[in-house]
């Protein structure tokens, strides 16, 4: 072992580091400017004005105001295309939008582990945004994947923080070179589909800064994301959008966000108490009601004028800087090559992005004279996007069929072999196991198919569709060598591993990843992906597996800061595919780790028969650490292209995150002080270098008297008693049961509870739709959103028809009380009039 120099201190040969370099207490104390960026502009503005500006116009827009110059601006969702609505608005996927490239999913782009692509991949979002006169991109998302089974984990990129929050901000940097603002989503702790909008996330202040918020912190600080989504649910029993903790102390005091928090689509629940905290814009279309409620509420002093000026300060920024940005973009003189480029870059992305899980006797790549059969539905018509919000109208769809000719590949034929929605085929099923029969080896396509992966719906189980299960086994009689190609946006469970002799994952693949899995197969290219997510055993094995999905108001985050390998390496439990691995045509030998005061240096080489690239990671961990933490931490990465023999020396330096855990009693970042193991892997399961380096600490004060922590002392967490949950919370679980009646943050599908006779109809017909819906195997993605929705949302996705007075008025008849209709009756003439009046006045100001 090695040791270095100041500001070094020698102790039994270990390197002594003062902490404190690193341990950077995110004091950023947020300047109040004296003076608004757009004072002049705010003070000629009515405060009738400024209230309007602060929600959407439109399922898309916000509000215009031509006397003051302040145009109107557009979002557009998503995270791997654009999806730019001409026609009618919808936030569901459901409406069409107008073309556009349709690239690999989060969950597919982090197994790239390459920043660089990401951007690039950003850039070319931006692009697309510019041309269709998107001001703001919705995208990234970056929910941490607290559980294999939520319905949105393939817009995700992981279930490590500072993987995603590498990767959002490298997206992050793209978008906005281009001129488009990006938004990073959903702020925070946004892990469950079901109820979305109506869930309160129960999680201890460490687990929600070291897991769920280390991303975004990412996100903002290096990425400078101008847009943040807030969440639909609530963290701590407040609504994330009007959360003083996350949205003021946190984003913008001490990560320095000065700009526009964007409510998720209906995600406000008291649009006053979001703009005094932080939250910039609600959107779509709570109407006039809701800046009413902002002057009442001004006029009440339950917020000042300030709070409104400074969001207004800051919508305007984003309005005035994305327009003038649109102003000066050269649109593309021909978009038809545009989009053509940006198909070149979704292949190339999915190139870099297939996992190599398994390779047995190198039967990959397969060989120009081996003959192999193609067999699957995905090789027909691909699996390779989400449904829901995210959903692109893709420019173009490579598929495998079209491609083969020219591949490089000997195909004696093609065939479907199941049927795409689950149902068993036993003359499909026959034809395939004929040609596998005559064929030397199968590339069998297949995988989660559509319903099995969509926004507002989580999965039930990790299984693929049984048929496809039955095929496989079928197939392997026929033929020793089957080669796998997986379909599959989040974790699925493989108890048909065994009958593969390879496996290519290559999650959801964007509108040209065919052209890059055939080039993989043939051996054209050399796969380099590695897993951003632990593949498991089986759903049980999974931290969360009790606790998830919370079926009353509360999730309980029990598992606290042992999610995904945090959780498995530190319990020991095993698992299919670990985190960070992957395999590739060649072989890469690490080697001479120098661990330096700022960070490590190590050679890699590759020593095997084709040029690829190696993705390496550095963990940390502290053995014996008196503060609960897991046995690794993934700290740094870097992918390196090597040629064959080639090597090369690469640095990953440490940062303010490297050491740092938060401490619930001192109430910041702290450093344990201690040996710890600086370990360079090629998987957090094989550490290929290791190292130690002594770091002095920050503080003694201990967070947790260790005895009252067992279970988090060694991981084992999946079944966490009250007493030392409420130990890591630091108060008591508060209560999530029923209260007795239905409240307007309760949502329509626990109208079981209703007293009305009427309501608890209407939510069995919504259910029996749901479950119709889900059986012919097209989810109803407007039923899903309407059953899960909470009935304030009614108000608030309504273009101003129906006002929180009405709501509150149906709130009552649910709950059997018929005066509520009344309500109903004479809110709905109220808020027909007080609209008119409001558009008056501004009409007047014009
Ligand atoms: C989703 C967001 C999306 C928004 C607008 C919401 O339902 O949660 O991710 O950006 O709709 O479509």
């Keep these: 072992?090695?040791?270095?120099?100041?500001?070094?201190?020698?102790?039994?040969?270990?390197?002594?580091?003062?902490?404190?370099?690193?341990?950077?207490?995110?004091?950023?104390?947020?300047?109040?400017?004296?003076?608004?960026?757009?004072?002049?502009?705010?003070?000629?503005?009515?405060?009738?004005?400024?209230?309007?500006?602060?929600?959407?116009?439109?399922?898309?827009?916000?509000?215009?105001?031509?006397?003051?110059?302040?145009?109107?601006?557009?979002?557009?969702?998503?995270?791997?295309?654009?999806?730019?609505?001409?026609?009618a608005g919808d936030h569901l996927g459901i409406n069409p939008s107008v073309p556009a490239t349709c690239f690999p999913t989060a969950a597919t782009m982090a197994n790239s582990w390459d920043e660089e692509l990401e951007q690039k991949v950003g850039v070319a979002l931006g692009e697309e945004s510019m041309e269709e006169e998107v001001n703001v991109l919705l995208g990234p998302g970056l929910n941490i994947k607290r559980n294999p089974l939520c319905g949105r984990n393939f817009e995700y990129f992981s279930e490590d923080p500072y993987l995603s929050g590498k990767m959002a901000a490298a997206f992050i940097r793209g978008v906005q070179s281009t001129g488009a603002a990006a938004c990073a989503k959903h702020f925070a702790v946004n892990s469950q589909e079901l109820r979305r909008m109506a869930m309160n996330a129960v999680v201890d202040e460490r687990t929600l800064r070291e897991i769920y918020l280390t991303g975004f912190e990412i996100a903002i600080k290096e990425g400078n994301a101008k847009t943040v989504m807030s969440s639909y649910n609530e963290v701590n029993g407040v609504y994330a959008n009007e959360n003083e903790h996350l949205l003021k102390d946190i984003l913008r005091d001490e990560w320095g966000f000065d700009g526009s928090v964007i409510t998720d689509w209906g995600a406000s629940n008291d649009h006053s108490l979001g703009v005094k905290n932080g939250s910039t814009l609600e959107m779509p279309t709570p109407g006039l009601d809701a800046a009413r409620e902002l002057i009442a509420s001004v006029e009440s002093g339950k917020i000042s004028e300030k709070d409104i000026d400074e969001r207004v300060d800051e919508l305007l920024d984003l309005v005035l800087t994305t327009t003038e940005n649109a102003k000066h973009y050269k649109k593309a003189a021909d978009k038809k090559a545009l989009h053509e480029e940006h198909h070149k870059l979704a292949r190339r992305a999915c190139e870099e992005s297939a996992?190599?899980?398994?390779?047995?006797?190198?039967?990959?790549?397969?060989?120009?004279?081996?003959?192999?059969?193609?067999?699957?539905?995905?090789?027909?018509?691909?699996?390779?996007?989400?449904?829901?919000?995210?959903?692109?109208?893709?420019?173009?769809?490579?598929?495998?069929?079209?491609?083969?000719?020219?591949?490089?590949?000997?195909?004696?034929?093609?065939?479907?072999?199941?049927?795409?929605?689950?149902?068993?085929?036993?003359?499909?099923?026959?034809?395939?196991?004929?040609?596998?029969r005559r064929s030397d080896v199968v590339l069998f396509f297949f995988g989660l198919n559509e319903k099995s992966e969509t926004e507002g719906l989580d999965r039930k189980h990790l299984r693929i569709p049984q048929n496809q299960i039955n095929l496989i086994q079928e197939l392997a009689k026929a033929n020793a060598n089957m080669i796998g190609i997986i379909s599959a946006g989040s974790v699925i469970e493989m108890p048909w591993h065994h009958h593969f002799k390879a496996l290519l994952h290559t999650a959801l693949m964007g509108q040209a990843g065919a052209g890059a899995v055939l080039d993989i197969l043939s051996g054209k290219i050399n796969p380099s992906g590695k897993l951003a997510e632990t593949y498991i055993k089986k759903y049980e094995d999974t931290p969360s597996y009790n606790y998830y999905p919370s079926q009353e108001r509360n999730s309980e985050y029990r598992e606290g800061i042992y999610v995904g390998y945090r959780y498995f390496d530190t319990a020991g439990v095993p698992v299919n595919y670990p985190f960070g691995y992957g395999l590739s045509y060649t072989t890469f030998e690490y080697e001479n780790l120098q661990v330096k005061p700022d960070g490590v240096t190590f050679t890699i080489r590759n020593t095997g028969k084709y040029d690829g690239a190696e993705i390496a990671q550095l963990y940390v961990g502290l053995p014996g650490a008196k503060v609960f933490r897991p046995v690794k931490e993934l700290k740094g990465f870097t992918k390196v292209f090597l040629k064959t023999g080639e090597e090369k020396t690469v640095t990953i330096k440490f940062d303010d995150k490297t050491f740092r855990y938060w401490n619930m009693k001192t109430n910041k970042w702290e450093v344990e002080g201690g040996v710890y193991s600086i370990m360079i892997g090629a998987s957090c399961a094989d550490i290929r270098l290791q190292d130690t380096l002594a770091i002095i600490g920050t503080t003694e004060i201990m967070p947790y008297y260790t005895n009252r922590v067992a279970?988090?002392?060694?991981?084992?967490?999946?079944?966490?008693?009250?007493?030392?949950?409420?130990?890591?919370?630091?108060?008591?679980?508060?209560?999530?049961?029923?209260?007795g009646e239905l409240g307007m943050n309760d949502a329509l599908c626990q109208m079981y509870y209703a007293k009305s006779g009427i309501a608890r109809f209407i939510c069995?017909?919504?259910?029996?739709?749901?479950?119709?819906?889900?059986?012919?195997?097209?989810?109803?993605?407007?039923?899903?959103?309407?059953?899960?929705?909470?009935?304030?949302?009614?108000?608030?996705?309504?273009?101003g028809m129906v006002s929180m007075e009405m709501v509150e008025g149906l709130v009552r008849v649910v709950n059997g009380h018929f005066s509520g209709l009344g309500k109903v009756i004479s809110g709905f003439f109220r808020n027909q009039k007080l609209n008119k009046q409001y558009e008056k006045d501004l009409e007047e100001q014009k």
């Design 1 to 87: 072992m090695t040791v270095y120099d100041n500001p070094v201190f020698f102790r039994r040969g270990c390197a002594i580091v003062n902490s404190e370099k690193w341990s950077e207490t995110e004091t950023t104390e947020r300047e109040i400017l004296q003076e608004m960026k757009y004072q002049n502009i705010i003070e000629n503005m009515t405060l009738k004005e400024k209230a309007a500006f602060l929600s959407g116009k439109s399922e898309w827009q916000t509000r215009e105001f031509p006397r003051l110059d302040i145009p109107a601006i557009f979002c557009s969702d998503g995270p791997n295309g654009v999806r730019k609505q001409a026609g």
């Design 355 to 436: 996992v190599l899980l398994k390779n047995e006797g190198g039967i990959l790549p397969v060989g120009e004279k081996v003959q192999a059969a193609v067999i699957g539905d995905f090789a027909f018509e691909p699996r390779y996007q989400g449904a829901g919000s995210s959903m692109v109208n893709s420019t173009k769809v490579d598929s495998i069929k079209d491609m083969l000719e020219s591949c490089g590949i000997s195909v004696t034929g093609i065939v479907h072999g199941y049927q795409r929605d689950g149902k068993e085929d036993e003359a499909m099923k026959k034809e395939a196991v004929d040609l596998a």
């Design 711 to 739: 279970s988090y002392m060694d991981g084992k967490i999946q079944k966490v008693g009250n007493e030392e949950f409420e130990t890591i919370l630091g108060h008591s679980i508060p209560d999530g049961s029923w209260s």
């Design 764 to 799: 069995k017909k919504l259910g029996e739709k749901l479950k119709k819906s889900e059986a012919a195997g097209v989810p109803d993605l407007n039923t899903l959103f309407q059953y899960n929705m909470p009935f304030r949302a009614i108000a608030k996705m309504t273009g």
